[in-house]
T-cell receptor, first 115, second 114 residues
Framework: NAGVTQTPKFRVLKTGQSMTLLCAQD?????MYWYRQDPGMGLRLIHY???????AKGEVPDGYNVSRLKKQNFLLGLESAAPSQTSVYFC??????????????FGPGTRLTVT | GENVEQHPSTLSVQEGDSAVIKCTYS??????FPWYKQELGKGPQLIID?????GEKKDQRIAVTLNKTAKHFSLHITETQPEDSAVYFC?????????????FGAGTRLFVKA
């Protein structure tokens, strides 16, 4: 089991460029999440998905878009990168929240720098 | 708004000592409280969690206590070892439209000195 994987691991963008971060999970989880982690702050939810074909906004969605075309994949897009989007991005997946088996599994992260 | 405060931000202990990290949450509807350990260059990993119907939970050297009245929960690590050095995050979660809303604390960097 690979768990949750993310590509790429590192990326440097110039302001205004676009990119897509890919998250894949092999645990057959319905729920998937994208977080950003900034120094001195906890993880903040960008977008999440409760199943294939569905997405919803989290706490800090502005400047990002997501898609969940396949159950195992969750893509995070930056259409026009800004320096404020410099961060470490984590993807996570989970089974149904509120159940005994619920646990969020996190990927290794993508470190993005926007210059 | 909803928030989770975590203290201290940095904690340094001698190997074998105990470490305690404290969190306070604001949303009384929160009913699930996980703790994550994040090692350098890796994603957070769940180490222990507690639900609102339980006051204390223990797993080997790790324990978590919850005081719902005070909206306060704590992580206790006994007999610390150098491999416990990491950043620890607390979180408070509740059911939310279409999912589960989780608010994370800012993290505690734990150093265990050999």
């Amino acid at each position: 089991n690979a768990g949750v994987t993310q590509t790429p691991k590192f990326r440097v963008l110039k302001t205004g460029q676009s990119m897509t971060l890919l998250c894949a999970q092999d645990m057959n989880h319905e729920y998937m999440y994208w977080y950003r982690q900034d120094p001195g702050m906890g993880l903040r939810l960008i977008h999440y998905s409760v199943g294939e074909g569905t997405t919803a906004k989290g706490e800090v969605p502005d400047g990002y878009n997501v898609s969940r075309l396949k159950k195992q994949n969750f893509l995070l897009g930056l259409e026009s990168a800004a320096p404020s989007q410099t961060s470490v991005y984590f993807c996570a997946s989970s089974s149904l929240p509120g159940t005994v088996a619920y646990e969020q599994y996190f990927g290794p992260g993508t470190r993005l720098t926007v210059t | 708004g909803e928030n989770v405060e975590q203290h201290p931000s940095t904690l340094s202990v001698q190997e074998g000592d105990s470490a305690v990290i404290k969190c306070t949450y604001s949303d009384s509807a929160s009913n699930y409280f996980p703790w994550y350990k994040q090692e350098l260059g890796k994603g957070p990993q769940l180490i222990i969690d507690i639900r609102s119907n339980v006051g204390e939970k223990k797993d080997q050297r790790i324990a978590v206590t919850l005081n719902k009245t005070a909206k306060h929960f704590s992580l206790h690590i006994t007999e610390t070892q150098p491999e416990d050095s990491a950043v620890y995050f607390c979180a408070a979660s509740k059911g939310w439209a279409g999912g589960f809303k989780t608010i994370f604390g800012a993290g505690t960097r734990l150093f265990v000195k050999a």
